[in-house]
């Protein structure tokens, strides 16, 4: 029996990452700006990645909309490998403000909670 759920558990480990595929870019400001708006969209299983580098202490805002309320963030410290409180796995994240632990580059991951979803997403940096 722990060979059968061992093999499950590897197969569904391997089917994702397999299947995790979607874009990543590198999120720019425009010249004395201070935030950035980008549409995209992922299939079922898949994931979008946004990098961007932030200072220690500022405060980064993300809002992220889709028609049919299915799309979800989650942000990460590249530098600790954490993620933001409030926009942890698993917490679903369709908004987040908070101060920034440390200084370099944040992955936010995009992906949907059902099925494709098309997004908005926002993000700014003060």
Known sequence: MKKLIL????FFAVSTLV???GITRRIKF?????????EGGVVRGDRDTYLIKASKNQTMTITIT???DNAVF???DTKTGKYLKGAADGDDATSF??????SGDY???VGGTRGNCS???NVGVD
Do not use: C, H, R, W
């Open 7 to 10: 093999f499950f558990v590897l």
């Open 19 to 21: 299947n995790a595929d």
């Open 30 to 38: 425009q010249k004395g700006q201070s935030a950035a708006t980008y």
């Open 66 to 68: 889709s028609a049919e």
């Open 74 to 76: 989650q942000v990460k």
């Open 97 to 102: 403000m908070g101060t920034l632990p440390s």
């Open 107 to 109: 992955k936010i991951i």
């Open 119 to 121: 997004y908005t997403l």
